[in-house]
């Protein structure tokens, strides 16, 4: 069965501070994965797409990471920002087109 | 902001109520989607349009009835609602691949 796990479900650090988040896939045959940010009463945003070769992506201070062998992935965030506050959500696609979302990981970033 | 909006952002139904839900792209996309994101589950897909025709319907009960007049916008008809059926409702746009534009989506509350 294709699913998408996130973890943790919920992760609080003060500002300033490194994170990582992680998402595992069963999706086969992969085609490729993606990161979006959604902030609270908005939709999500997308930070990072990967296909199967690449191994890392950057976009500002968010770098996502890759591993088609383990089919895990990582979000990590450096040097957090209040703004930095929002769910992020993994999506893998499936070389048939369908897209399945993880549940998210809630990130608070406190003073 | 991502170029896709939808009006209202916030509504609070009765089940014998009858609303509708407005979507607008703004991006020259030909495909539009509606989804639904219900709390502690991943997002539902539940209507896919391509150049204006309905090209995937997930099971979704009739009380929701989409409409699509163009390829910029996209409407979700809502009737005899359940409680149930409380979510934030997503309307998304693409061109070609898996990326989605999301608007800010539609806080829907059934009494």
């Known amino acids: 069965k294709n699913q998408v796990e996130q973890s943790p479900q919920s992760l609080i650090i003060l500002e300033g501070k490194n994170c990582t988040l992680q998402c595992n896939y069963t999706v086969s045959p992969f085609s490729n994965l993606r990161w979006y940010k959604q902030d609270t009463g908005r939709g999500p945003v997308s930070l990072t797409i990967m296909t199967f070769s690449e191994n890392t992506k950057s976009n500002g201070r968010y770098t996502a990471t890759l591993d088609a062998d383990t089919k895990q992935s990582s979000l990590h965030i450096t040097a957090s920002q209040l703004s930095d506050s929002a769910s992020y959500i993994c999506?893998?696609?499936?070389?048939?087109?369908?897209?399945?979302w993880g549940l998210g990981t809630s990130l608070a970033v406190n003073p | 902001e991502t170029g896709v909006t939808q009006t209202p952002r916030h509504l609070v139904m009765g089940m014998t109520n009858k609303k509708s839900l407005k979507c607008e792209q703004h991006?020259?996309?030909?495909?539009m989607y509606w989804y639904k994101q219900s709390a502690k589950k991943p997002l539902e897909l539940m209507f896919v349009?391509?150049?204006?025709?309905?090209?995937e319907n997930n099971s979704v009960p009739s009380r929701f009835s989409p409409e699509c007049p163009n390829s910029s916008h996209l409407f979700l008809h809502l009737h005899t609602l359940q409680p149930e059926d409380s979510a934030l409702y997503l309307c998304?746009?693409?061109?070609?691949?898996?990326?989605?534009?999301f608007g800010p989506g539609t806080r829907l509350t059934v009494l």
């Open positions: 999506v893998v696609s499936a070389q048939n087109r369908k897209l399945i």
């Open positions: 998304a746009s693409s061109q070609e691949g898996p990326g989605r534009f």
């Open positions: 349009y391509n150049f204006k025709e309905q090209t």
């Open positions: 991006l020259g996309h030909n495909a």
